[in-house]
C-alpha cells in the first residue's frame, strides 16, 4: 500500500526543535514525509537534521529544483499538512493568502486536511489580529488547534506553548483516519465539553470512595472531537493521561466539583458528553484526620448521601439545540437497564456498555449500544474507544441535523 504522504511545514520560532520528534513518530509510522521550514526555522534546526530525520531531501526555496515544480507538486501530492510549530507570522501570511516562500505556496495548492499547531507568547496568541487570523482559517476548513500552557521561552508561562508532539500525532493520526478536514470538519464552530476520569469522593485525608475508570473513553472523545474541527473543553476527574493536544483541560476532584465545573463550561456549549463515572454517593461527614484502627473495635459506619445527578440537571435545563450525552456502565441487564436510564435522565443520546473488572475501564477497547431518545439503536462492536467515539459525535451531530 501508498505510504501516506505528509508535508510537515516548520515555522521560526524556538519550539521547531519539538518539530524533530513530530517528524520522527510519522517517520517510524511508516508515513512519507517531506520537510518545508521556513527561513527563520533553518536558523533554529538545519536542513541536514531535518533530511537524516526524514530521509528525504529538504525543500526550503521555491527556486529549488524548479523544474520539479515543487511549489505545486509537494501541495497537490499531499494527504495531509500540518505546520508545527505555527507561528504568529505563519499564521498571518496563510490568512492573507501569501505566496512569499514555499510554505505558503505549498498552503495555496494543498487539496488535504490542513492542520496548524500554534506556538507563541500568551500576548502574541491572544492578540485581535492573530485570533482573527485564526477564525479566517477555521471558517477555510483548516485545523487550527489550541495551544498549550506552560513554560515559555525564558522564565515566561501561559498559553501559547507547542503541545507534546506524541499529543500532536495522535490528531494529525485520527484527521489522516476519518478525513477529517478535507473540506469543512463537520464539528468546526462547535463548542463541546466532555468530561472523563471518576469523582472521588473523600472519606478522611488519605481515603476516599472511587471507581475504576481511567479517563481513556472520555479522553478518546477528545481527541477526535479536535480532529473533527470542534472547539473543545475537557473536564478530567482523577485521569493521569496526558492532555490531548488542542482542548482546553480543566482538573476536578469530587462529584459536587464536576457538577460545578460542567455548568459553567456548559453554559455555550453545542454539546456535553458526560463520559466520566460520576459517584453517586458520598460519605456524609469528612473526616478530618486519618481514621484509625482501634484494636478490638469495629469502625464506625460509613453513612453515605446522595450526590447531585449530574446529567439530569443538564438535560432538564439545556438549552434549545444543545446535546446532552449520558453514559451507562451497567454489570447486567445492560440493554434494558440503559433504556430506563435513558428515559429517567431525559438525555438527547445514552451510551451503554458493560463493565467489571478488565472490561471498560482501563482497558484500550470498548463495545457499546448507543440509544437515542427517538427510539434508535446503534450497536458499535468491539473496537478502539475512539472508534466508538466517532460513532458518539456521528449520533451528535444527526441529532443536530435533525433539529435543524
Not at 488542542?246 to 453545542?270: F, M, P, Q
Amino acid at each position: 500500500m501508498e505510504r501516506p504522504r505528509v508535508v510537515l511545514g516548520v515555522g521560526g520560532g524556538i519550539a521547531a526543535y519539538k518539530a524533530c520528534e513530530l517528524l520522527r513518530l510519522f517517520t517510524e509510522s511508516g508515513h512519507e514525509v517531506r520537510v518545508v521550514p521556513t527561513a527563520s526555522a533553518l536558523r533554529f534546526v538545519g536542513a541536514a537534521t531535518w533530511a537524516a530525520l526524514s530521509g528525504a531531501p529538504v525543500a526550503t526555496e521555491v527556486w529549488e529544483d524548479v523544474h520539479e515544480v515543487p511549489h505545486v507538486r509537494l501541495g497537490q501530492r499531499a494527504d495531509l499538512v500540518v505546520i508545527a510549530p505555527a507561528t504568529a507570522d505563519v499564521l498571518a501570511r496563510a490568512a492573507g493568502g501569501r505566496a512569499d516562500d514555499l510554505l505558503t505556496n505549498v498552503l495555496l495548492t494543498a487539496r488535504c486536511p490542513v492542520v496548524f499547531v500554534p506556538a507563541m507568547h500568551t500576548e502574541m496568541w491572544e492578540h485581535p489580529a492573530t485570533r482573527e487570523n485564526v477564525a479566517t482559517l477555521r471558517r477555510r476548513g483548516s485545523l487550527v488547534l489550541e495551544p498549550a500552557e506552560g513554560r515559555l521561552t525564558g522564565a515566561d508561562t501561559g498559553k501559547g506553548r507547542l503541545p507534546d508532539p506524541d499529543a500532536i500525532f495522535e490528531v494529525c493520526r485520527r484527521v489522516l483516519a476519518t478525513g477529517a478536514g478535507a473540506l469543512v470538519p463537520d464539528l468546526a464552530g462547535r463548542h463541546v465539553v466532555v468530561t472523563a476520569g471518576g469523582t472521588r469522593e473523600p472519606l478522611d485525608p488519605v481515603r476516599f470512595l472511587g471507581n475504576r475508570s481511567s479517563g481513556k473513553q472520555g479522553y478518546a472523545l477528545a481527541r477526535t472531537a479536535v480532529a473533527r474541527g470542534a472547539r473543545v473543553t475537557l473536564l478530567s476527574a482523577n485521569s493521569e493521561l496526558p492532555d490531548p493536544a488542542g482542548a482546553e483541560v480543566r482538573r476536578v476532584g469530587t462529584a459536587e466539583e464536576l457538577r460545578d465545573a460542567v455548568l459553567k463550561a456548559a453554559a455555550d456549549a453545542d454539546a456535553v458528553v458526560m463520559a466520566a463515572a460520576v459517584a453517586d454517593f458520598r460519605p456524609a461527614d469528612r473526616a478530618g484526620q486519618k481514621i484509625k484502627k482501634v484494636e478490638g473495635r469495629d469502625p464506625e459506619p460509613v453513612v453515605l448521601v446522595r450526590n447531585p445527578d449530574i446529567l439530569a440537571e443538564l438535560s432538564a435545563g439545556r438549552a434549545a439545540g444543545q446535546v446532552v450525552v449520558g453514559f451507562a456502565a451497567e454489570t447486567e441487564n445492560v440493554l434494558a437497564n440503559g433504556q430506563a436510564k435513558l428515559a429517567r435522565k431525559g438525555c438527547d443520546i445514552l451510551v451503554v456498555n458493560q463493565v467489571g473488572e478488565d472490561r471498560a475501564f482501563g482497558t484500550e477497547e470498548n463495545e457499546a449500544v448507543i440509544l437515542a431518545a427517538d427510539g434508535g439503536e446503534t450497536p458499535v462492536p468491539h473496537g478502539p474507544k475512539e472508534a466508538l467515539a466517532d460513532r458518539v459525535w456521528d449520533a451528535v451531530t444527526r441529532r443536530w441535523s435533525a433539529a435543524g
